[in-house]
Every structure is written in C-alpha cells, then in structure tokens.
C-alpha cells in the first residue's frame, strides 16, 4: 500500500501494464487525433491496457501530431513521442516510463498533489516478467515510482470506465491530513471512498455514499426525524452534527444560513455525479485545517481533466418511491491546458407516512410496544379545568361528537362521550417520512499553463436544491381557555379543548437552497519547492416558504375569538370539520417567508519542499498563511441578525526521516511528522494547534504508525450574535421548594462564548505482504476527546447548578421569609442561551483487509472493513454522573459498538460485480425502552456490464456504452420497531426507511 503511494506522488502514471509479449505484438486499429501529450498517453492507455510513468513537468506543454494506422503498442507510443524529445523504455512487463532521451532515470527530489498529477491506473497484465527488480527501491529508481507487486494490484483497482473495479486503491493518492508531498503513507488514516466504490453502493447522495463507511457510526437521512428541512450532514464517531470539517477539493466548504444554527453544511447541495472521491480523516486536525475538525474532516475530491463527453441516466424505487438522476460531462485538454463541465439533474418522489407500516399507525402495540396518541385531533375532546365534572355528566372529560359541526350542542350530545376521549395514533400518517426534492447544479473546472512551471487554475460551482417537508397542521390544545362566554360552548363553564386545525391543503416546510462557489489560483515549482495561492468565495443563500402557520400575535388574536359571545366573530372549536385558509386568516394565519445568506472569502498560500538532507533522507516542509471571512445575514421567523468574522492564520508541517532505507534497499525506516497552526479570530480570541507522527517501517511489508492532533471548534456567528428576546414564562424553582411562579427569560447569543476543544490519538499497523500480491491488513485503536462543548442547558439543570454558571440566573434579595424558610430570592431574570460545559470521551479499533486477487476467470477482490467503539463517555449534565453511549441510542449522539461492511468483487473486461453486507451491531433502543436493536445485516448488489466490449462494438459511437442494475438492501430489511422519542416509531440513525431500493443506469462516452 505504501509502495502506490509513492508512486502517486512523485510520478504521473496513465493506463495500465503492458501485458506479455505476445499481447505486445498485436495489431490494432488506433486513431488518436493532435492534442497534447499527455490526454494522448491517456488515450492510448485505455484502448491498450499498459501502464506509464512520467514526471508531470516532461509532457507539460508538449503535443503530437497524432497516430492513426494498425500498430502495436510499442509503435504507437513510438509514433506518440515522436518529436517531443522524450523516449520510452521498458522497466518490466508491468511498467514503461517516459524521460527525456539520454537522461539517466532517477528519483525525483519533490511530490505532487493529486490535481497535479495525470493519474489513470488501469488493469494489470497477469504475467510476470522473465527478470524484474527484487526489491521495493530497486522498482523506484527504475521506474520514478514505488511499484511492488501489490502497489501494482492497487493501481489496477482504479480502472478507466471500460475495465472499471469496484474496490480501487485511490487512497494512495490521498493527500487529506497533510499538506506535504512527501512519497508516504501518513501517520494517521485516511480512509477512501472512490468513484468506482460510490457507484457500486447505489448512492444518489454525498450523504448516502458517506453512510457505507463505518466510521459514519450515524448515517444522516433526510427523514425529518433526524434533519431539519430534508438537509443532510455526515456525524463521524457518532459525535454531534457540526463537529466534522467539510472541504471541497481541500478547501474549506461554507456552512448553508438556513443551518446556522446548527453549524452544519447541507451536503445535499453537491452533486455526487460531479465527485470523484470521498477521503475520510475520522481524527481531529486542527493543526492542518483549522477551525471545525474536532471530529475530523471530509474531504468532496470532484472530477476534472475529462477529455470527451458522457452521459448518465439513473431511476431507481422502492414500494412507493422513486429517484431519477441525469448527469452529463463534457471537457477537452489542449497542449496548454484543460476545461470541463458537468451538468446533473435528481429528483426524489414523496414518501408518506402512510406509505410504511412502521410509520402508518403510532399504535406499536403490535410490535410488543408502547402506545402514542394524542387527545388533541378533529374532532377533539373537551375537559374542565379544574378537575371537576363536566355539568350533567359524570366526567371532567369527553369526546366531542362525531360529525358536529358544533352549532347548537348541548349537553345531552355529550352523553355518550362521556368519560371517553378521541386518541388518533395517526401522528405522522399524512407527513412526509422522506420529502420530495430536486436538486440542480453545474460545474466548470479548467487550468491553463502560463509557463512551464506555473498553472493557473480555476472551478465554478452552482447548485440549487429544494425540498418539500409536507405536514398537516395542529395548533390548538388544552392549554387554551375556552370561556363560558364563548358562543359555542355548550356547558356555561371555563373548558379546556383539544382540537386541530387540520386542512385539506397540506401545509409544506419549503426550503430552496442556492450555492455558489467559486475558487481561482496558481501553482507551481521553483526548483524542489512547489507553491500554490488560492482564493475561494463561497455564497449561500436559503429561502424559507413555509406554511401556513401562525403569526407571533396569534395567541392573542386566538383568545379573543375563543372569549367572543358573538357566533359571527367567535372562534368555534367544536366542530368536526375540515378548515379552509381564508377561514384561519383572521386569526393570524400567514405563510413565512425569509432569505437567510452567508459567505465565505479565503486566500490560501503555502510553499512546500525539501529544506535540507538530514542523512537518512530530505526533510520535507511546508509553510503557509490563510486569510478568511465569515458572514452571515440570518432571517428566520422573529429571529433576525448579521454577524461577520475574520481569522488570520499562519501554519507550518515538517516531516523528518530519521532512519533511511536498509541494507540491500529494504524499506527500513523511521520518521517524525509534526505541524503546528496559530488562528487568530475578531470576535472569540486564538487558538493555537499541534499534532504529531510517528512512522516505523521495519520491513517494506509492515508500517507501524502512531499520532497526536488537537482540534477545536469555534463557536458559531448563530451562538455569538443571535439577538436577545425576552419573554415571561412560567419556572419551577428547585431552590425554592419546586415553587413555580413567572420570570423573565432571555433567549438569544452568548458573546462571551468560547471555542470547543479536543484532541485525538491513534495507534496501529498496514500489513502488505509482498508475498501475498494485493493483500493488505490494517488495524488502528484511536481515542477522541472532545471537552468545552457548546449546549443550551434545560432550565432546571441550570437552576439547580447556578454555582457554575454565574450571571445566568438573576434573583430578587430574599424577603424575611425566604430567609426564614432558607430560600434565595425569586428568579427575576433567567439567560436560555449557550454556554460551554461537558465533555465527550470515545475510544475504539477500526480493522480492515482486502485482497485483489487476480485469476484467469477475472479478478476477484474480498474486502472486510470495520468500527468497533467501545468507549463512549458523555458528562453533559452537572452533578449527573458519566453516561455511557456506545451502544445506547439517543436522540442526539450515541454509536453502535460495531458497524461493519463485507463485499466481493468479481471483475473482468466487461463486466464488473459486487455483493457487499453492512453490518450494524446490536445496541440498546431509547430510554426508557431496554429492548435490543440492530444485530442486522443489510445486502447491497451492483452489477456493471461493458456494453460496447460485451457486443463488440469497436469503433461505432456505442463503444464505450454500459449499463448498470443493482439493489440496495436487497432483501428487503425494514426497520425495528424502536421507542424513537416515543413518536417516530423506528430509528432513523441506523435503519433505511425506503426498504428494498432497485436501480437501473446506462451511460455513454464519447
């Protein structure tokens, strides 16, 4: 694993190994028209199946007049490079490089991001070269790259659309966590998700393709028991929403207003056809990035350098559902540089309540479960306040009759109600359990080269995402007073009345989502050292339509109606009827409506690069400077509010080899890591962040790594600058003998509140026995430690701990008799705002192995990766001893002990397969429920075929055409009853609602 790499970043590779000879000498048509040099190799790559290795600065500018005629590969390449300056010579049977004629080849002294990298490992040819490089460093000076036997079957695992596999190595390329170029695996693990692997899962989201990895311990939905407006989030560790950095293409991803308050991105927003790879850091790196990566950080790698055009369609469903997606891409590399745009369009279909079982009826008795219903329902149900009987019945309460459309009741209509009341268990049977959405947006990436060694590069980003969260309204419970004086009310008595408002028209939580993004800058080398500057505007803006609801003077205007004795302007809640709109108008009945926006400004510099030969290799390092600002203009209901922030950064990242190669050039070796990053912000003071590494390889097949990083979190602009409202509102003092009387309370930001902060640790091996071609084994314990955490207390805690938090609670002097009774004064104000308390502690093992195992029925690929989480500690409630999470759900946090995913992989030129298992441990329902849930394995099958290899159709436009059927969960596994909250019925945070997912998609390149 280790050998790819540094294959990847010291060398552009392109295509796959050249087979045997024999496959060598065959003749084939080939026609690749004037361009430049590299998409060339990259063509000629792909229709011949070899694999190139070259310096990105040897082709970078170059062009070819084009090849055309029957040739062998070995011409072809020939007649490629004629002209250029450059020749090719063979290393072995698995392995060409490019170099410029009569250079001696040697290791190159500097690394290379991925984006500057021309990057397409193919398939590997089966045979063995009669002679070949033994050992691991013999290979690097051979070729400018790493390539052991097991770095080549890694390399093969990202095939070009024509071979493509579905288990691809692309981690070798992955760069998240470090800044540094350097020719290493990192200390601490990057897991990958990649184009191949995204497909195979049947994902339509980032969201539903991050939930395949175990370290996910939550999987996010749009189900609006778990997300606010359809939005969807990633929680790593299982830890809070908001505490995992989120970056596109290594930068910072702005936060949508509309979750402001929860400081999250809705990933909903991207386009997960634009993406090329998921690189997951579940460790928190502050040090590296910033502000956010308590959790660790997500980095969205989208596609770019596309040469030609493609097209995608996509329908999936299950009972009930659907999705549709189209997706198109179209760019073309000239000799100086590249452009590419990509265009995709899904929708999903509505689905109700009442589509599921689980959800239909909130009578979960047939599951051996508790009973919901609620009083409050058309019709409803009348009580008195006080406790007494209702006049002439023999009850306090009764069911309003059915059918009434409460004009001239009397008493007598209650008689057969009497002492029963209407329960309707139809909570969330006409809601929407996923909403409808649709979600449009375009990307346009290019880069230029100004010079041969500097490139300028830019990326536009738009996308609009709305989503329809359907509901029907209630309003109106017991805790209104219906006066004797009211026109309808037939008992001459002060009532309290359940009912609802309930109306034909469905009421929609509407939200459309607008994002924007834009980034321009330049790279390049001044002799070792490469450099990049960067500036990045992001803008989101968010508009609200929902409705109808009532207005903040609906109360009032509610309670005047219900007082009037005239039945033209009194409110009649004794009805059995539908409402209309223009009905509830008058009581304040409205649609809302707001525009929520925030941006974002970055410029970002860094320079990295050998600073000197310490003996046992070069020290790498890298320093650079970030400027950024935040804004956001907030809109919603009565909240309104702007704030802005401004950090200034300087970072720094070293990496030192302490023991170089051993003898007879095994990989033997040790080396530190270490960075550091100072963050100085306007509004909440600095933060200072380090992390450090360790790397011991003490054979080339065995790397033992280690590493310490702190993070911190910074508190949101919604948190520091939301305005203070004030209200009067009923309390309950514990501290006075649990006396309830009213206060004022004061609701809004907290400006004096501090950043959360945390650290990680990691431990563990990859094990890549040269031995045993493609096979690896990996194992880390890791610990994570969140402290300081932002929460809004509950009233009581805060009262009964007021010690602790000074200034929030605000009380009268006591009188005379307060003292005599040992009571502080009466509450006079109290602050419901954040504040900073509580901690989190969780440790576990994350464990995985794969193997490519290439065989002349095709490559097969077994692979196993899995999360176990034994420690999941929270102290969030003063006084309140230490609460154990891990596997014990809760509304807010928690995460399974194991979650686990199992696949194999069957591959061949035209067709490629795979089954995988996800595993969900078990784990305890919601308090108070004690029942078990999870121990459930859910299947997933995709299969690709190759349409044009499949049919022979070379040479016609349907050549490079395939097809794409697949299901997620397979067998149909619905979700568990689960005490959800008492309400939801299942757990969304585990289980699937849309049950059995069936998914058919074709596609086109041309």
């Not at 970056?247 to 990933?267: D, E, M």
């Not at 005239?566 to 009805?575: E, K, M, Q, R, Y």
Request: with cysteine.
């Amino acid at each position: 694993m280790r050998a790819a790499i540094v294959a990847a970043m010291v060398v552009s590779s392109v295509g796959l190994s050249l087979a045997s000879d024999v496959q060598a000498a065959i003749r084939k048509s080939t026609h690749i028209p004037a361009q430049g040099l590299g998409p060339a190799l990259q063509t000629l790559a792909k229709d011949r199946d070899f694999q190139i290795v070259y310096r990105p600065e040897f082709v970078r500018g170059l062009s070819t007049t084009g090849i055309s005629g029957e040739l062998t590969p070995e011409e072809a390449l020939t007649q490629l490079l004629q002209g250029t300056g450059l020749t090719h010579r063979k290393v072995d049977d698995k392995t060409i490089t490019i170099v410029p004629a009569a250079e001696r080849i040697q290791l190159p002294s500097t690394g290379m991001l991925p984006e500057q990298m021309s990057v397409m490992p193919l398939s590997v040819g089966d045979d063995q070269p009669a002679v070949q490089p033994t050992t691991v460093w013999q290979r690097l000076r051979l070729a400018q790259a790493e390539f052991s036997a097991t770095a080549k079957q890694n390399a093969s695992s990202a095939k070009s659309d024509a071979g493509e596999a579905r288990y691809s190595e692309v981690e070798e390329l992955v760069v998240t966590g470090s800044r540094l170029a350097t020719p290493r695996q990192q200390p601490v693990p990057v897991k990958i998700l990649s184009r191949a692997e995204i497909d195979s899962s049947g994902a339509t989201s980032v969201a539903q393709a991050l939930n395949q990895m175990p370290e996910v311990s939550v999987q996010s939905t749009t189900a609006p028991f778990q997300a606010s407006r359809a939005s969807s989030t990633v929680q790593l560790r299982g830890l809070p929403s908001g505490t995992a950095l989120v970056l596109l293409n290594g930068r910072r991803l702005a936060g949508t207003p509309f979750q402001a308050s929860s400081g999250i991105t809705n990933l909903n927003v991207l386009p997960l056809s634009a993406v090329e790879r998921i690189e997951l850091l579940p460790s928190g790196s502050s040090a590296i990035y910033g502000g956010d990566a308590l959790a660790g950080v997500v980095n969205i790698i989208l596609k770019k350098d596309f040469d030609g055009a493609e097209v995608n369609a996509r329908y999936g469903s299950a009972d009930s559902y659907d999705e549709k997606q189209t997706s198109f891409t179209i760019g073309k590399s000239f000799s100086r540089g590249s452009f590419s745009f990509m265009g995709s369009y899904v929708t999903n279909s509505v689905l109700w309540g009442s589509d599921r079982a689980i959800t239909a009826n909130t009578d979960y008795s047939r599951y051996g479960g508790h009973v919901y219903s609620v009083t409050y329902g058309m019709p409803g149900n009348v009580f008195t306040r006080d406790g007494s009987n209702l006049p002439g019945l023999n009850s306090r309460y009764a069911a309003i009759p059915v059918g009434t459309d409460g004009i001239g009741l009397t008493v007598a209509d209650f008689a057969a109600t009497a002492g029963t009341l209407q329960r309707d268990t139809g909570f969330y049977r006409y809601s929407s359990v996923i909403p409808a959405s649709e979600t449009a947006s375009g990307l346009l990436y290019g880069t230029f080269d100004l010079t041969p060694n500097i490139e300028l590069f830019g990326e536009a980003l738009y996308s609009r995402y709305q989503s329809e969260e359907m509901d029907y309204p209630i309003f109106i419970h017991q805790a209104y007073r219906v006066p004797a004086s009211n026109a309808f009310n037939p008992f001459g008595v002060d009532l309290g009345v359940d009912h609802v408002f309930r109306t034909k028209e469905r009421f929609c939580y509407c939200l459309k989502q607008e994002y924007s993004r834009a980034a321009l800058g330049a790279r390049g080398n001044v002799g070792a050292w490469r450099w990049e500057v960067a500036g990045t505007y992001t803008r989101g803006k968010d508009t609200t339509n929902e409705g109808p609801v009532f207005d903040p003077n609906a109360d009032a205007r509610i309670t005047t109606a219900l007082a009037s004795s005239d039945p033209a302007t009194a409110l009649n809640v004794f009805s059995d009827r539908f409402w209309t709109l223009a009905e509830l108008e008058p009581y304040g009945l409205m649609t809302l409506v707001n525009e929520l926006t925030s941006e974002l400004s970055s410029v970002t510099g860094f320079i990295s690069g050998p600073l000197f030969d310490f003996g046992a290799g070069a020290v790498e390092a890298s320093f650079g400077v970030e400027a950024e600002r935040s804004d956001l203009y907030y809109n919603y209901y009565i909240t309104t509010f702007s704030g802005d922030r401004d950090n200034y950064a300087l970072f720094s990242e070293v990496r030192v080899p302490l023991i170089g190669p051993g003898e007879g050039g095994n990989d033997a070796r040790v080396a530190l890591t270490g960075a550091v990053r100072f963050d100085d912000y306007s509004d909440f003071g600095s933060e200072f962040s380090t992390q450090f590494g360790i790397e011991v390889r003490p054979h080339e097949s065995w790397l033992l790594r280690a590493a310490y990083s702190e993070a911190y979190k910074p508190p949101r602009l919604y948190q520091l600058f939301s305005p203070a409202v004030s209200t009067q509102s009923t309390l309950t003092d514990s501290r006075r003998g649990n006396e309830a009387y009213a206060a004022t309370y004061l609701t809004g930001g907290n400006p004096d509140l501090d950043a959360m902060t945390g650290y990680s640790t990691s431990a563990g091996f990859v094990f890549t026995p040269a031995s045993v071609p493609g096979f690896q084994f990996l194992a880390t314990h890791w610990t994570t430690k969140i402290e300081n955490y932002s929460t809004l207390l509950s009233t009581n805690v805060v009262i009964a701990n007021e010690e602790l938090f000074p200034g929030y609670v605000i009380r009268a002097q006591p009188t005379a008799q307060d003292i005599a009774n040992g009571y502080p004064g009466r509450i006079q104000e109290f602050r419901n705002i954040y504040l900073n308390f509580g901690t989190f502690d969780l440790a576990g093992v994350d464990t995985g192995a794969s193997w490519r195992l290439r065989t002349r029925f095709g490559e097969f690929v077994p692979a196993v990766s899995g999360s176990y989480t034994y420690k999941y500690d929270t102290a969030l409630i003063p006084g309140v001893p230490v609460a154990d999470r891990a596997g014990k759900a809760t509304a807010s946090f928690f995460a399974p002990n194991w979650k686990a995913t199992a696949s194999l992989g069957w591959n061949t030129s035209a067709l490629q397969t795979t089954l995988a298992a996800r595993y969900v441990g078990e784990y305890e329902d919601y308090a108070p429920s004690k029942r078990k849930l999870g121990d459930f394995t859910v299947f997933d099958f995709n299969a690709k075929l190759q349409l044009g290899k499949a049919l022979g159709w070379t040479g016609s436009v349907l050549e490079q055409s395939y097809v794409t059927l697949g299901a997620v969960n397979l067998f149909n596994r619905l979700p568990d009853y689960s005490y959800n909250r008492g309400t939801v019925g299942y757990d969304p945070t585990q289980y699937d609602i849309r049950g059995r997912f069936i998914y058919l998609q074709a596609g086109l390149k041309l």
